[in-house]
């Protein structure tokens, strides 16, 4: 998947308007959008949309952002959704893979009073967002079946942190943040799971979330979340691999299968080795996916 489109749960318009958005996933939110007075409507909107939009064949797949552990709402949102089927939750706060663990066994549990299968529903982590969370990046390993992604936050690691700022002028990422961007990257990778770009608040920028795009892509990232619909296409066209960067990959490919025994292989004056016939593989599957 590579954009992952934000739609509050208590507004069935923006539900309704998020299904033809363009987007790989829809993130429902119960979580920082929605204010404490509204959490019981926005669990009864969003099990509205789910019963109406799982059944659809042709469609995004649809996460739902529950609350953390420590809001004392992660019950009441998993009693509320897991029978309307979504295809995951996200699941913010995330402090390790413990917190998987445990995120699992309540999932687990509402899959069997709601007559749906073990291991149903997905799980995305949210892996950045306390200062406890940062220790334990590299805990996710082998935590869940279920955990098919994680993603990182800045907006509430920096009130943790006392912040005044998470942003440079020029809208860059300060110190702390791409710290907790790196961590993610790197506990993705080691969980062998999508690496997942947090969200461009500025979302009237289309420069800045290009930009935001292609270095995150650059590094590894393979998606990107969005705040607003008006950011899918960019982010769909960035993490989409290029006719230039697919015919690159073939020729790599190529050039091993010619010389199977060969751990390096010259292309035009470039040598490439083992490491980059990997990396021209997973460039091809992701190609394939979204072709």
Known sequence: MR?????PGDSPKKLDKGIGSGADALLIDLEDSISPQNKTQARATTLAFLKEAVPVKQRPRIYVR???????????DLDAVVGGHPD?????????GAAVIHCDAKITAREAIAGLPEGALDIIAI???????MFLAGTYVGSSK?????????????VELGAEANRDRDGHFLAPYQLARSLCLAGAAAAQVQAIDT?????RNEAGLRRECDEARRDGFTGKMAIH???VAIINEVFTPTAEAVKRAEAVIAAFAENPGAGTVGIGGVMYDRPHLERARQLLARAKAWT
């Open 3 to 7: 954009s992952f489109l934000f739609i």
């Open 66 to 76: 529950i609350n953390g552990f420590a809001t004392g709402l992660t019950d009441d």
């Open 88 to 96: 995951g939750v996200m699941f913010p706060k995330a402090e390790g």
């Open 127 to 133: 892996a950045t967002e306390t200062a406890q969370a």
């Open 146 to 158: 279920r955990l098919k992604g994680l993603t990182w936050g800045a907006e509430d690691l920096s």
């Open 199 to 203: 969200v461009y608040i500025d979302f």
């Open 229 to 231: 619909p008006g950011q």
